[in-house]
């Protein structure tokens, strides 16, 4: 064999694997997924008040929501954002809080989960639309009142971006999030290949998702498939952290493997403002640090809402998204206990 035709086949080897590597790598980020939709509680089984709210994200997108109002006169709005794999129905306990703290809380289902619509997600980006979405939503309603945003995990990546992206955020509560999509499959795929108790097949798919050049396939197979670039690190929060104007508060576990205290503290650095704090929860790992220290949680984000919403200045730039109108796609109906 000649060498041009050993160096033509080497090549279109190449080629096809990172195109299955790079299909494979994106593959759960289209299409409907049914573990992302169920639902079996409300905000009656927590007590709480309130309305089911339609409207669209900034980009079309059709989004559920439950807007429940604060104990008393409201102090203030926030809009939450749950986790991939999850639905607004897992945030409504740090709803509960927020409520009898004497916040409004609107709770989102980020697009592909819930009741929403879309069928394309991603690390963080394209739901942070979702998120300004919502905040569009509370203005819709006549309420001038500061709106902070509260996200855990892709959905406090999602709100990092729409507090560099948007003059109405006055503050953030960011709830694991990751640093890079990169790295966040790096952590995850170590995790599991060092685990003894992890299958050959497992092993083999975590190791093949390791090899130099996936992320950068996955990254490009991504933009073919959705016009959206995320970039060779599979999105990066550093730069919109750089962006970011108001007061930031980061929450991680003490023994979250999947996104170490370490990431939040780097994103925290990134940001170019002196009101921001760090709290890591003993004990938690990821997604669990509310249920790890409720009271704890509870009390250290209140306390960070009572010092930062109301008293921190608007961002100074203007926003691509704040450029066009609310866009309401229904009304609401009543929920709540009687």
């Known amino acids: 064999m000649s060498l041009q035709r050993s160096l033509s086949i080497a090549i279109a080897t190449a080629g096809l694997f990172y195109a299955a590597a790079g299909y494979l790598g994106s593959a759960d980020m289209f299409g409907d997924h049914p573990r992302w939709r169920g639902m079996n509680k409300g905000p009656r089984d927590f007590g709480l008040s309130g309305e089911t709210a339609s409207f669209e994200s900034i980009d079309g997108v059709h989004l559920k929501a439950w807007w429940l109002p604060g104990s008393g006169t409201p102090r203030a709005s926030i809009v939450v954002a749950h986790g991939i794999d999850h639905t607004r129905q897992v945030m409504l306990p740090r709803a509960v809080f927020l409520v009898n ?8 289902d980020l697009r592909g989960h819930g009741e929403s619509g ?8 394209l739901e942070a639309r979702d998120v300004v979405g919502g905040i569009r939503y509370i203005r819709s309603r006549g309420d001038k009142k500061p709106i902070a945003v509260l996200g855990v995990s892709y959905g406090a990546v999602a709100s990092l971006i729409a507090a560099a992206e948007s003059l109405d955020v006055a503050a953030v509560i960011s709830d694991g999030a990751f640093l890079t999509g990169k790295q966040l499959s790096a952590d995850i795929s170590r995790h599991y290949f060092q685990d003894s108790r992890t299958n050959f097949l497992v092993r083999a798919s975590f190791l093949l998702s390791s090899v130099p050049g996936v992320a950068r396939a996955t990254a490009l197979v991504y933009y073919l498939r959705s016009g959206t670039n995320l ?3 599979l999105l990066s929060v550093i730069p919109w952290a750089s962006r970011i104007r108001v007061p930031v508060l980061a929450i991680s576990g003490e023994r979250d493997w999947i996104v170490p205290t370490d990431r939040a503290r780097a994103i925290l650095s990134a940001i170019p403002r002196n009101q921001k704090e760090l709290i890591v929860i003993p004990g938690a790992v990821h997604d669990t640090t509310y249920s790890a220290a409720p009271e704890l949680y509870a009390s250290t984000v209140l306390r960070f809402l009572g010092r930062s919403v109301g008293s921190t200045s608007a961002n100074t730039k203007p926003s691509r998204f704040t450029t066009s109108p609310p866009r309401i796609a229904s009304g609401s109906e009543k929920i709540g206990a009687s």
């Open 101 to 108: 703290g004497g916040y409004n809380v609107l709770l989102v």
């Open 118 to 125: 879309g069928s394309i997600v991603s690390p963080g980006l």
């Open 231 to 233: 970039g060779p690190e």
